[in-house]
């Protein structure tokens, strides 16, 4: 009996807040029994939620007088009450502060365990690149207040989260990912120190959310050497379907495939062959040529075969093209084309 004994207290005592809300508690019981026992029928201080009132001001000294026991009973209660305030409840509060004060500090130094949903996890951590991803995702309005999370690598997070007010740090070691809520978020972007690291930790984000229900997170995998594309994606294809590659070196382009699942195959095939069939081909028109609007260009280019892409201001290599259409948006002589087709086009100019 004592071992069971020893074993309860033990048990209750484990928690240090425990014991001074044990003594708040019994200190509150007991008082209302002495008042209730002690106090003349209808009197005020004995009605539950008056009774409640009482306990609170008074366990916390602030004695705002509205109601006091009148018996010696009563009174005693009331002593028991503010004895417990005194003792009981300065240590709890103690202990609230020091565990707030505690988990402040877990999360700066990246040992809390978070609580986001929909959030986007980056696993690895280069502060340059990391700001500038997150500045283009900040300026769509859709992830303008998507919390994000970095996942440091070991010996990176030296101190506190460098950046608090961009995203929340996650120290690694076995337990990251959990802490992270890996399984909670919209996308997971993985950027190794280098490629092959890339894969082997993409294998281990894929059986973290296969074991915790595998909940379609979308995967990307950060390429740093973009001669490898083709023999990571075959590997990655090895862990799982549907994980994308994105080369690191554009924020924009990786933020752009973070917001948009499936595009950044676009970005890549742009920025070599798109689709095997058809190559992006840059055309001036001629500065004789003439003037027509921008819809009517695209359609003459479609019949023929190609698709206009962009829309060039001048002949000049540096020209600034644009992608979106302008309202009412004229193409005319001096301009330059971007145009995707099989073969670079030929335009006769004359039939437009």
């Given amino acids: 009996m004592p071992i069971l004994l020893f074993r309860?207290?033990?048990?209750?005592?484990?928690?240090?807040?425990?014991?001074?809300?044990?003594?708040?508690?019994?200190?509150?019981?007991?008082?209302?029994?002495?008042i209730a026992a002690f106090e003349p029928a209808g009197a005020e201080i004995k009605r539950p939620l008056d009774y409640v009132w009482y306990f609170i001001v008074s366990g916390t000294t602030v004695g705002y007088g509205d109601m006091s026991p009148e018996t010696v009973g009563g009174r005693a209660g009331g002593l028991l009450i503010i004895g417990a305030g005194v003792?009981?409840?300065?240590?709890?509060?103690?202990?609230?502060?020091?565990w707030m004060s505690?988990?402040?500090?877990?999360?700066a130094n990246g040992q809390a365990r978070l609580h986001h949903r929909r959030h986007v996890v980056i696993i690895g951590y280069e502060r340059t690149g990391l700001r500038s991803i997150i500045g283009q995702l900040r300026a769509d309005r859709e992830f303008a207040r998507t919390p994000v999370v970095t996942v440091?690598?070991?010996?990176?997070?030296?101190?506190?989260?460098?950046?608090?007010?961009?995203?929340d740090a996650v120290a690694f070691d076995e337990t990251a990912f959990d802490r992270a809520r890996l399984q909670d978020a919209r996308t997971a972007l993985v950027v190794g120190r280098n490629d092959d690291e890339t894969v082997r930790v993409m294998l281990g984000v894929a059986a973290h959310l296969r074991r915790n229900g595998?909940?379609?997170?979308?995967?990307?995998?950060?390429?740093r050497h973009g001669g490898r594309r083709a023999e990571?994606?075959?590997?990655?294809?090895?862990?799982?379907?549907?994980?994308?590659?994105?080369?690191?070196?554009?924020?924009?382009?990786?933020?752009a495939a973070i917001r948009n699942p499936g595009v950044s195959a676009i970005y890549h095939n742009l920025a070599s062959t798109l689709d095997g069939t058809g190559t992006l081909y840059r055309v001036n028109v001629p500065e004789e040529a003439g003037e027509w609007s921008r819809l009517d260009v695209a359609q003459f280019l479609l019949r023929r075969?190609?698709?206009?892409?962009?829309?060039?201001?001048?002949?000049?290599?540096?020209?600034r093209f644009r992608l979106l259409a302008e309202s009412d948006e004229r193409v005319r002589g001096g301009q330059a084309l971007a145009v995707v087709a099989r073969h670079r086009p030929e335009i006769p100019w004359h039939e437009l």
């Fill in 232 to 255: 990571i994606t075959e590997a990655l294809e090895l862990i799982g379907t549907g994980i994308e590659t994105v080369d690191i070196d554009d924020p924009a382009v990786v933020a």
């Fill in 152 to 167: 440091f690598w070991p010996g990176e997070l030296t101190g506190e989260n460098p950046d608090p007010e961009l995203y």
């Fill in 305 to 319: 075969g190609s698709t206009l892409l962009a829309v060039g201001d001048s002949h000049l290599p540096n020209a």
């Fill in 8 to 34: 309860f207290l033990n048990r209750v005592t484990a928690r240090s807040w425990r014991v001074p809300a044990m003594v708040l508690a019994a200190a509150f019981v007991a008082g209302w029994v002495l």
């Fill in 87 to 98: 003792t009981a409840g300065i240590v709890l509060f103690a202990e609230l502060t020091l």
């Fill in 102 to 107: 505690k988990g402040r500090t877990m999360k």
């Fill in 214 to 223: 595998d909940p379609g997170t979308h995967l990307l995998a950060g390429l």
